[in-house]
Nanobody, 130 residues
Framework: QVQLVESGGGSVQAGGSLRLSCAASGFTVSPACMGWFRQAPGKEREGVAGIYISSRSPLYADSVKGRFTASRDNARNMLYLQMNSLQPEDTAMYYC???????????????????????WGQGTQVTVSS
């Protein structure tokens, strides 16, 4: 049974940092693409970062470029999101997701597509205060 479990969320002040982790289990092979999404109250779930199994050319939403860094450790089945210079607008529930397709996962694509991802975690809350 596939399972994605996020951790590392919390409350920080603006300008602070957090590192989110996602532990993946139950996959017969490492997912080709893993991603981070977030959803703020009353808003659509949006893609934040996507990363190939090779970790080349991660895809980032414009709103987080230069501040967030996605990485993965395939040997440990882990996905990470280092978030620096956090702002109140980053406040949201953050979700880990995985899919077997490589399309719409790298910087060559405009954005992650929520509908592409069949596997989701339960989310971890990030709250940034001003």
């Amino acid at each position: 049974q596939v399972q994605l479990v996020e951790s590392g969320g919390g409350s920080v002040q603006a300008g602070g940092s957090l590192r989110l982790s996602c532990a993946a289990s139950g996959f017969t092979v490492s997912p080709a693409c893993m991603g981070w999404f977030r959803q703020a109250p009353g808003k659509e779930r949006e893609g934040v970062a996507g990363i190939y199994i090779s970790s080349r050319s991660p895809l980032y939403a414009d709103s987080v470029k230069g501040r967030f860094t996605a990485s993965r450790d395939n040997a440990r089945n882990m996905l990470y999101l280092q978030m620096n210079s956090l702002q109140p607008e980053d406040t949201a529930m953050y979700y880990c997701a995985a899919k077997s397709s490589e399309t719409y996962c790298s910087g060559g694509y405009p954005a992650l597509r929520r509908s592409d991802f069949p596997y989701w975690g339960q989310g971890t809350q990030v709250t940034v205060s001003s």
